[in-house]
Nanobody
Framework: QVQLVESGGGLAQPGGSLRLSCAAS????????MSWARQAPGKGLEWVSG????????YYADSVKGRFTISRDNAKNTLYLQMNSLKPEDTALYYC???????????????WGQGTQVTVSS
């Protein structure tokens, strides 16, 4: 069965960095686009970043552009999110999500991980 397991969250200071990982299993990882999304306390789900199956195209929400970098290692079945210059407003539960095809279509995801908490505070 499809499993997505996020890790790497934690407490960071403003201006600091964290790298999230999402270990995928149960499907051919290299065939599907993937995304990161987040949900802050009391707010709705926000899409953060996405990447095509072969890593050829990446996309970012305006709120994270220039600070976050999405990448994938298809040999290791792992998705990453490098987060730099963190801000308190980046505090959220971060999820990875699998798209149903090799490219991204807004809002179309068929599997989600359980999330990893990121807290940015001094």
């Amino acid at each position: 069965q499809v499993q997505l397991v996020e890790s790497g969250g934690g407490l960071a200071q403003p201006g600091g960095s964290l790298r999230l990982s999402c270990a995928a299993s149960g499907f051919t990882f290299s065939s599907y686009a993937m995304s990161w999304a987040r949900q802050a306390p009391g707010k709705g789900l926000e899409w953060v970043s996405g990447i095509y199956s072969d890593g050829s195209d990446t996309y970012y929400a305006d709120s994270v552009k220039g600070r976050f970098t999405i990448s994938r290692d298809n040999a290791k079945n792992t998705l990453y999110l490098q987060m730099n210059s963190l801000k308190p407003e980046d505090t959220a539960l971060y999820y990875c999500a699998k798209a149903p095809r090799g490219f991204l279509t807004p809002g179309e995801y068929d599997y989600w991980g359980q999330g990893t908490q990121v807290t940015v505070s001094s």
